[in-house]
């Protein structure tokens, strides 16, 4: 909320922090701490040694989410807000639908869900990796009207007005 008065060079470093971030956990303290041992017990991973590809065990974090602690949980969420701002901070979507945004969504401006948006709206034409990484989001999205960004912001006075003890998460102000 707000960012559209923040100027675009301090937007695109917080995004160029969001995406370092998604690519490593241990360049995100407070997710590495919440989730060693989410990650140990569902990853089947060495923790923070050995190459591994990039956002590995965060991706899997994000696909284990309902088996993890209320800590590790909550810092994924963040994970999740900051790939619905920006699919760049989901590394496997960065590169699986590289192609995809060059070509159907060249010009959209990083940021702001628009990428993400611009490709559910071109849905037919995309490459079945990048269709089926945008499903993934869509799916996260599915659950939390919080992490579909264009959706949320033009919706946020009609949820406040018509929904406003429903408790975020689990698809209930959608429903």
């Known amino acids: 909320e707000g960012a559209e008065n923040v100027p675009d060079d301090c937007q695109e470093d917080v995004y160029q922090f969001m995406i ?3 690519k490593n956990i241990n360049a995100n303290i407070p ?3 919440a989730c ?3 990650a140990e017990k569902l990853c089947k991973n060495t923790w923070v040694f050995g190459p ?3 956002g590995r065990i965060i991706a899997c974090l994000r696909e284990d989410k309902d088996k993890l602690s209320k800590a590790c949980k909550a810092e994924v969420y963040k994970v999740q807000m900051a790939v619905a701002t920006d699919y760049r901070a989901d590394p496997e979507m960065a590169a699986l639908c590289k192609a995809d945004i060059e070509q159907y969504c060249k010009g959209v401006k990083d940021g702001g869900g628009r990428v993400t948006a611009c490709l559910r709206s071109t849905r037919a034409q995309l490459k079945s990796e990048c269709a089926e990484a945008v499903f993934r989001q869509e799916l996260e999205a599915d659950e939390d009207l ?3 960004i264009v959706v949320y912001r033009k919706c946020l006075g009609d949820k406040k007005r018509f929904c406003p003890d429903v408790a975020p998460g689990n ?5």
């Not at 698809?171 to 429903?175: E, K, L, S, V, Y």
Request: glycine share 4%; hydrophobic share 35%.
């Open 171 to 175: 698809a209930q102000a959608r429903d």
């Open 31 to 33: 997710l590495a701490k």
């Open 20 to 22: 370092t971030r998604g």
């Open 52 to 54: 591994t590809a990039e």
């Open 146 to 148: 919080r992490l579909n």
């Open 36 to 38: 060693k041992a989410d």
